[in-house]
């Protein structure tokens, strides 16, 4: 059963009830998501599925998102949609020295002790994060450029001759 994104959650409660969260989330919502778009015309889609690892018995939790952001291309100029489609494990910790106890797959989230998390704001910080630095729309081609290789250089007066004349004057 999908239920909606709350606005603030207790991440512990979540864990212990094993909570999952469908649902869509719109691009316009998420104000620094949308500094890096062309506009904020559309949503992602987004599972937020909290639980314990079953090896270890740490605190998760998993998010599955898939986008289509609407990026400028670096080649063209004209926008284009971006693909994200992502799977993110996040162990959940109170204190950075925990973060060496967890395994590979997962990466680190720091909660205060309270667990208070904005699950909103966590979708935003992995679309963000998905934008790659320089994109292009793979549809694009690559634009060369083919310069002459006999181009004569003209040699110019080197402003400075006169004064080395000057210097070689004086000795």
Not at 87 to 115: C, H, I, N, V
Not at 139 to 165: C, I, Q
């Amino acid at each position: 059963m999908s239920v909606p994104l709350p606005p603030v959650l207790d991440a512990w409660r979540m864990v212990s009830a094993k909570r999952r969260f469908e649902g869509r989330l719109p691009l316009s919502g998420m104000p620094r998501l949308r500094d890096g778009l062309v506009d904020a015309e559309g949503d992602c889609r987004y599972v937020m599925e909290f639980g314990r690892d079953a090896v270890l018995d740490l605190p998760f939790v998993e998010l599955h998102i898939e986008a289509e952001l609407p990026l400028q291309c670096q080649r063209t100029l004209e926008r284009f949609l971006h693909p994200v489609s992502l799977f993110q494990r996040l162990g959940l910790l109170t204190d950075e020295a925990q973060e060496s106890a967890l395994p590979e797959d997962m990466e680190p989230f720091l909660l205060d002790a309270g667990g208070e998390m904005h699950p909103a704001e966590l979708v935003e910080d992995e679309l963000i994060l998905a934008i790659p630095v320089v994109p292009m729309d793979p549809r694009s081609t690559e634009v060369t450029a083919e310069w002459p290789a006999d181009v004569e250089v003209e040699e110019k007066p080197n402003p400075f001759a006169a004064l080395a004349a000057l210097k070689a004057h004086k000795k």
